[in-house]
């Protein structure tokens, strides 16, 4: 329920064919805009959200992660070494 339109695939509008649902879902996460918002919003419910204080603690005691974090909000992309050490999932 507390997914992004594009992450349910329901982001067109009512009436949308499948193939027209699942084109636009496709270029939501191919896109480097649309996979930082999907990324963006992941990163948020685990760190802002009711469940955050372990990822906030994390932020807060890791340069490694702070440093990542400053290279994503750069809109670099994160290695999966990097993802997979920060203990992540790719969106």
Request: charge should be positive; charged fraction near 25%; glycine fraction near 10%.
């Amino acid at each position: 329920m507390n997914r992004l339109p594009a992450e349910r695939g329901d982001g067109n509008k009512k009436g949308a064919s499948a193939k027209d649902v699942l084109a636009r879902s496709l270029a939501v996460r191919t896109s480097t805009t649309g996979r930082h918002f999907l990324q963006s919003a992941w990163m948020a419910r685990r760190v802002y959200g009711r469940i955050g204080k372990p990822g906030r603690r994390f932020l807060l005691s890791s340069s490694y992660a702070r440093e990542m974090a400053t290279s994503w909000y750069r809109g670099e992309d994160l290695p999966l070494r990097a993802v997979l050490r920060l203990g992540g999932a790719e969106v």
